[in-house]
Structure formats: C-alpha cells, structure tokens
C-alpha cells in the first residue's frame, strides 16, 4: 500500500549481508513499489539491476550534481542506454547541490542542462535534486523547457485537466510559495523524513499548501531518517512514517495518504501494473 518514490537501495555503506537482511524486510513490509535512485553511472547500473531482479521495484538512472564532474560525453550515451531499459522510469538524480559544492557549479549547472535534454528527448519523468540552489534550479529547468508545453504534451493531464511536467521535486526543501510556483508549472513535490521533525515548520507550511494530488512520499534511505528512528539508518519501508505525519497533518486517514500517494507516484512514473 506504500510507494516509497526515491530510495537507495545500495549504498557503500551498507554491507552485502545487510542488503540481503533489507530486501527481506521490504518484502514482508507493506511497501508496494519503491524507485532505486541512481546517481551516477556505477549506481544507474545497480538501480537498473535491481528493477529487473524485484516486482516492487524500478529504477531512475542519472548523475547527481556530487557525481556532475565526472560526467563526460561517454558516461552520458551509457545513461542514455540505460533509460532504454524495462522498468527504468526517469532521469534522476540530477540538479544543483551548492551546500557542498563537491563538483564546480558550472560544471554541476552544464551536467544539469544535458540531462533534462535527455530526458526531453526521451520523454521521460525528471527527478530533480536542489540545496542551496532553489531559485537557480527552477532557473534551469525553466530555460531547458521542462515545463514547455511540448513536454507536458508527452504526458497526460493531470485529474483537474492542467499540464503534467512530470518534474519531481525530491526531498523538497524550498519555501511553501515556491512549491506553489512548481506545482503551477506542472512539477511534482515529494517530502521526505524530515517532515516528521520537530523543528519541521517550514516543510509542514508547504504540505499545507499543496494539494495531496501532487503530493509523492519518500524515504531517500538511506538518509534523512524519520522520526522514531531518526539516528540509525534509514529504510525504505520508512516511507510509512512520513505517510502518518502527512495524515496528521492534513486531518486525513493514513490508509487515504498511503492510497493516494502511492496512486499520484503510479502516475507519474507510468506503471501500470
């Protein structure tokens, strides 16, 4: 009943026993479909594995802005080649990150523009990373057309009848007015574990703002822990957390939040089964 819409599944920090020791959990959880995120080549690789290896699970293939210079023309045509495959769904991550700064911010801004081309091209979903970077972000992804009519003409409309983007906001951190200018350019907003905290007022003013219809959840484990684990690793089947607080939140059942989640997070990445 839970569709956890970004997570990584396999991190080097966690050992081979461990994933063994996670797959099992996920499958005895309620969790339904989750997306294994790739953030650069080796990981593309592993997510797209992954896809093919569990039914619950598909995958986003990309270079994060960390990972941006290391992207060259080579690591972007086997990008390319790995979208094409069953049960990749999306483009992601990619964005800006200008809190670390790991890659040059040109080089981040450069490796950013290529990929929402090639999910242009492609016609696919985008997942979008951004800190620290909000205005530039929504910058880029403005002058790259992915909120251009064309675009959204990949995709069917939303259920109020407005253009889809199918741009997925992930981990979503800027301010409730901004949310509200992506929603109104076709994008998706999805909030993660931090929800659940208590200093968590600015993210619960943009839960407040946006309709449950553009509303995805996730985990992005195996970071951002929810609270009541917040300290130790975090798991996909968390996502449960962070439906309860969005249910809170929106004086909402849980089942309805799951339900509807899960649904919004089907459409979006086009499954169907």
Same mark, same amino acid.
């Given at each position: 009943?839970?569709? $956890?819409?970004?997570?990584?599944?396999?991190?080097?920090? *966690?050992?081979?026993?461990?994933?063994?020791?996670?797959?099992?959990?996920?499958?005895? &959880? +309620?969790? &339904?479909?989750? #997306?294994?995120?790739?953030?650069?080549?080796?990981? &593309?690789?592993?997510?797209?594995?992954?896809?093919?290896?569990?039914?619950?699970?598909?995958?986003? #293939?990309?270079?994060?802005?960390?990972?941006?210079?290391?992207?060259?023309?080579?690591?972007?045509?086997? *990008?390319?080649?790995?979208?094409?495959?069953?049960? =990749?769904?999306?483009?992601?991550?990619?964005?800006?990150?200008?809190?670390?700064?790991?890659?040059? @911010?040109?080089?981040?801004? $450069?490796?950013? @523009?290529?990929?929402?081309?090639?999910?242009?091209?492609?016609?696919?979903?985008?997942? =979008?990373?951004?800190?620290?970077?909000?205005?530039?972000?929504?910058?880029?992804?403005?002058?790259?057309?992915?909120?251009?009519?064309?675009?959204?003409?990949?995709?069917?409309?939303?259920?109020?009848?407005?253009?889809?983007?199918?741009?997925?906001?992930?981990?979503?951190?800027?301010?409730?007015?901004?949310? %509200?200018?992506?929603?109104?350019?076709?994008?998706?907003?999805?909030?993660?574990?931090?929800?659940?905290?208590?200093?968590?007022?600015?993210?619960?003013?943009? =839960? +407040? #703002?946006?309709?449950?219809?553009?509303?995805?959840?996730?985990? +992005?484990?195996?970071?951002?822990?929810?609270?009541?684990?917040?300290?130790?690793?975090?798991?996909?089947?968390?996502?449960?957390? =962070?439906? @309860?607080? *969005?249910?809170?939140?929106?004086?909402?059942?849980?089942?309805?939040?799951?339900?509807? %989640?899960?649904?919004?997070?089907?459409?979006?990445?086009?499954?169907?089964?």
């Amino acid at each position: 009943m839970l569709f $956890d819409s970004h997570t990584h599944l396999k991190t080097e920090s *966690i050992t081979d026993e461990e994933f063994v020791e996670l797959i099992e959990e996920i499958e005895e &959880s +309620d969790l &339904s479909y989750a #997306v294994d995120i790739g953030c650069d080549l080796e990981s &593309s690789m592993l997510a797209a594995k992954h896809a093919k290896e569990y039914d619950w699970c598909y995958a986003a #293939v990309g270079y994060h802005p960390h990972e941006a210079k290391d992207m060259g023309d080579i690591e972007l045509a086997m *990008i390319e080649s790995l979208a094409k495959k069953d049960k =990749v769904k999306a483009i992601g991550e990619i964005g800006l990150d200008y809190y670390y700064d790991y890659s040059p @911010r040109d080089v981040q801004i $450069d490796v950013f @523009r290529k990929q929402i081309q090639l999910a242009n091209k492609m016609k696919m979903p985008i997942v =979008v990373h951004s800190r620290d970077a909000s205005q530039e972000t929504m910058d880029v992804l403005k002058e790259e057309g992915a909120f251009s009519e064309e675009r959204k003409n990949f995709f069917p409309k939303r259920q109020d009848g407005s253009g889809d983007a199918r741009v997925l906001i992930h981990c979503y951190s800027g301010s409730a007015q901004m949310a %509200t200018q992506y929603v109104k350019l076709g994008a998706t907003i999805s909030v993660a574990g931090p929800i659940t905290f208590k200093n968590s007022r600015k993210l619960q003013e943009v =839960v +407040d #703002v946006v309709s449950i219809d553009n509303l995805l959840i996730e985990t +992005d484990a195996p970071f951002l822990t929810p609270e009541p684990f917040r300290g130790k690793r975090n798991k996909t089947y968390y996502v449960e957390h =962070v439906a @309860r607080r *969005i249910a809170l939140l929106k004086n909402m059942e849980y089942e309805e939040v799951a339900k509807i %989640t899960l649904d919004n997070a089907k459409r979006f990445f086009d499954i169907n089964d």
